[in-house]
């Protein structure tokens, strides 16, 4: 029990800027003199409409994103545009998918549900410590795309390039680090992404689609899996995750007051680097995570034991951290620090990690 | 623009109890000493699961829910489901649906993708004024389900007795009127609500499902509708909508601190016994739905043309009170009188009404 806010290093749902929830806050019982909660407010009214147009033009506008391409705020975070993707854009059937870590083999295991799915590379050997290169990618020839997942938060990697696909649609789950950096939409087919990390809440899935890879859906596919329909109805088919919509809409003006995502990424780079350098020279700490593939976002590492793992986690929560556990299927430690971490998190977690090295080697 | 709340008469999403909006203010920065808001926790943290579980709890015990059926909170709210049961429940391909109104029709399309469907009753001849009794009910042999929506929030009509399937599973759609009254779960197999009316905001489908319902999934549909699946990982085989379902446990605190569903019942019936008596004994307002097949959820009606709605509808804003306008597809003036609307607002509204009456008789 806490009067403080703590330093939240979940890797989602997960920390937001304190102005964002300060503002939910103000707003709850009474948005802009419109007498209700935006909880309340009919999806069909001119002031919802308004929070839902303002929050696409900011996107818009942060991301650079090209006039070609629309943006669509849909129901079911990223899990459903693992098979909504397969489900829109396999026209010949076939396409393949890189595995660098968990939700990319979720994403393919979804996706070979619903045509032929090969895998381009796939990390379990390093035990996906590693992003391929482009060398170590073998992608075939008359495909609908590639699909990778951007960053991988249980490993704590990150591609730092785009990859070529021989001239196929590249689509690209930013789940965990979009926002983070600025990216070129341009060299996208599709970008889409769950709120729950650097842009809101959980619910909601944001997709960037370029428009010629909008076809005409199949017909045996739910409706809201329907790229065409979501985006001639401006995702307005059925009542959107409408509040999940506005605290994006505040999330982004955040990002955008600060500086934008050039400035974002400055921030990121700096405070990863705060631990990474920290790791790197630590014969305490164990940091597998190959140089060149790093997260800006989940740092992974671990103690020399899994009891004092198990203490390193206990103590950061009495020392006012949480969440800092890593994922079940790795163990260890995991630092997921999202836009919304301030440095002095970081600092904060650095201080406390030199003094259990100190007390424990 | 007002410092004060408006009476929101909004269909949906659409007016909340207060208390909820004030306890979702009040915990947005640090739930119950957590150090974080609901927004911010980890869906697998045991602050979050408690939440969760409190709300499954409260909700079976409202509902007075039997031991054999499963609760889920899944993404996507009923448009979702109007597929899901349909790609779940149809095994020997056959399902039978009544069409009372806009969403009922919806969710005969939706599942026609994925089977054979019978329209076992259409409303469209008397324009949906009317719930079919059972005789009107042409219901095949050898079914996999009936599907019902149980209160058409367009038309402003409810059924009031629960169908005779012929021993298929009776499917309800009861985003409109859940938690309104108390209903006999037992003699549904699946009941399915979005949560924008009675529930909370909008992202959030709830499916009550009787245990014998849930079937290994077929092999070609997305993992969100797989009611197996979800309901092995209780919701979570990935992030659930949380903030929603938080909402969605103050709503039922909310709803059993007023005295559960029998208290619910009684105040509508009240509400709207208030609304229709005065418009059955008004010679200027229209008020075509059928006696018996009335909603006290939503009153639909008319003013005698055009011009007099639109002015009703201007000068109810004027008032402090909004959304009253009827749905684009039948015109004229709808007041959604849900949970969460108090009887002063009704009683406000037909002082309005009866003032606009004098006015312009």
Same mark, same amino acid.
């Given at each position: 029990?806490?009067?403080?806010?703590?330093?939240?290093?979940?890797?989602?749902?997960?920390?937001?800027?304190?102005?964002?929830?300060?503002?939910?806050?103000? @707003?709850?019982?009474?948005?802009?003199?419109?007498?209700?909660?935006?909880?309340?407010?009919?999806?069909?009214?001119?002031?919802?409409?308004?929070?839902?147009?303002?929050?696409?033009?900011?996107?818009?506008?942060?991301?650079?994103?090209?006039?070609?391409?629309?943006?669509?705020?849909?129901?079911?975070?990223?899990? @459903?545009?693992?098979?909504?993707?397969?489900?829109?854009?396999? +026209?010949?059937?076939?396409?393949?998918?890189?595995?660098?870590?968990?939700?990319?083999?979720?994403?393919?295991?979804?996706?070979?549900?619903?045509?032929?799915?090969?895998?381009?590379?796939?990390?379990?050997?390093?035990?996906?410590?590693?992003?391929?290169?482009?060398?170590?990618? +073998?992608?075939?020839?008359?495909?609908?795309?590639?699909?990778?997942?951007?960053?991988?938060?249980?490993?704590?990697?990150?591609?730092?390039?785009?990859?070529?696909?021989?001239?196929?649609?590249?689509?690209?789950?930013?789940?965990?680090?979009?926002?983070?950096?600025?990216?070129?939409?341009?060299?996208?087919?599709?970008?889409?992404?769950?709120?729950?990390?650097?842009?809101?809440?959980?619910?909601?899935?944001?997709?960037?689609?370029?428009?010629?890879?909008?076809?005409?859906?199949?017909?045996?596919?739910?409706?809201?899996?329907?790229?065409?329909?979501?985006?001639?109805?401006?995702?307005?088919?059925?009542?959107?995750?409408?509040?999940?919509?506005?605290?994006?809409?505040?999330?982004?003006?955040?990002?955008?007051? @600060?500086?934008?995502?050039?400035?974002?990424?400055?921030?990121?780079?700096?405070?990863?680097?705060?631990?990474? +350098?920290?790791?790197?020279?630590?014969?305490?700490?164990?940091?597998?995570?190959?140089?060149?593939?790093?997260?800006?976002?989940?740092?992974?590492?671990?103690?020399?034991?899994?009891?004092?793992?198990?203490?390193?986690?206990?103590?950061?929560?009495?020392?006012?951290?949480?969440?800092?556990?890593?994922?079940?299927?790795?163990?260890?430690?995991?630092?997921?620090?999202?836009?919304?971490?301030?440095?002095?998190?970081?600092?904060?977690?650095?201080?406390?990690?030199?003094?259990?090295?100190?007390?424990?080697?």
């Amino acid at each position: 029990m806490t009067n403080k806010r703590v330093y939240n290093f979940s890797a989602g749902p997960s920390q937001l800027p304190l102005e964002v929830l300060e503002t939910a806050r103000d @707003q709850m019982l009474n948005y802009e003199g419109s007498g209700m909660s935006v909880m309340e407010m009919s999806h069909r009214s001119s002031t919802y409409q308004k929070i839902f147009d303002d929050t696409k033009a900011t996107l818009k506008r942060l991301m650079n994103i090209p006039d070609n391409y629309k943006i669509l705020f849909l129901h079911g975070g990223a899990t @459903q545009q693992f098979g909504a993707v397969a489900l829109n854009l396999m +026209d010949k059937g076939r396409a393949d998918y890189v595995v660098t870590g968990n939700f990319s083999k979720k994403a393919a295991q979804e996706a070979a549900k619903f045509g032929d799915v090969h895998i381009a590379y796939d990390g379990k050997d390093n035990n996906y410590t590693h992003i391929p290169t482009q060398d170590e990618l +073998d992608i075939r020839d008359d495909i609908d795309y590639v699909h990778i997942c951007q960053n991988n938060t249980i490993y704590g990697t990150e591609w730092n390039y785009v990859p070529d696909t021989k001239g196929a649609p590249l689509v690209a789950d930013m789940s965990s680090d979009i926002l983070s950096r600025p990216v070129d939409v341009s060299r996208y087919g599709v970008i889409y992404a769950g709120a729950q990390k650097n842009m809101g809440i959980a619910g909601l899935g944001v997709v960037i689609i370029r428009e010629d890879l909008i076809k005409p859906h199949k017909e045996n596919i739910q409706v809201l899996a329907e790229y065409d329909t979501m985006a001639d109805k401006d995702s307005m088919y059925n009542t959107p995750p409408a509040y999940a919509i506005y605290v994006l809409g505040l999330v982004l003006k955040w990002v955008e007051k @600060q500086g934008g995502l050039e400035e974002m990424e400055k921030r990121n780079i700096k405070k990863a680097a705060l631990l990474q +350098d920290y790791l790197d020279q630590s014969d305490f700490y164990i940091y597998e995570t190959e140089k060149g593939s790093r997260s800006r976002m989940n740092v992974a590492f671990k103690t020399p034991n899994k009891d004092l793992d198990a203490k390193f986690v206990k103590e950061s929560i009495e020392a006012g951290m949480t969440n800092l556990k890593g994922h079940r299927a790795v163990g260890g430690i995991r630092a997921s620090i999202y836009n919304a971490m301030p440095y002095e998190g970081v600092e904060y977690l650095l201080q406390f990690m030199k003094k259990f090295e100190e007390e424990n080697r």
